[in-house]
């Protein structure tokens, strides 16, 4: 882990963890119905207010809490064109695969590639720690995989040209 992303981690972690206080809260307009207020946006007292931990312009995190949910979307660096491609690649593989990963939303908001939504039941269910936990180990992690898919990518190219241009 380099310098600079601990203290980020240590940032979006420490966020997270005190924006996970969520409790079970019934719609105050439809009876009987239990809606993700971050989703929903209907009473906007039971809204918090957003919070963005940035590492830098095209590194950050933002996390919506409300008094049963919670919404954590990411946006990962992306330094050029081919960085760009795997991570859209890599994100929609995930995001068709919702179903699998509970706290995974389909649709990223708008302007983040990749957003986790964490429901009052989800904290009933799991530890909360180990949900901070698995978001800090997929921030680590996603880094990782486009860098080595990248590295991937450029080999295969620099073998490709190679036998293209044994012909001449």
Known sequence: MSATLKPYLNAVRATLTATMCLENFSSQIVERHNKPEVEVRSSKELLLTPVIVSRNEKEKVLIEGSINSMRVSISIKQADEIEKILCHKFMRFMMMRADNFFILRRKPVEGYDISFLIT??????????????????????????????KLTVNARARICAEEFLKNF
């Open 120 to 149: 009052n039941f989800h904290t009933e269910q799991m530890y909360k720690h180990k949900l901070v936990d698995f978001i800090i180990q997929f921030m680590e992690d996603i880094d990782k995989e486009i860098s080595e898919m």
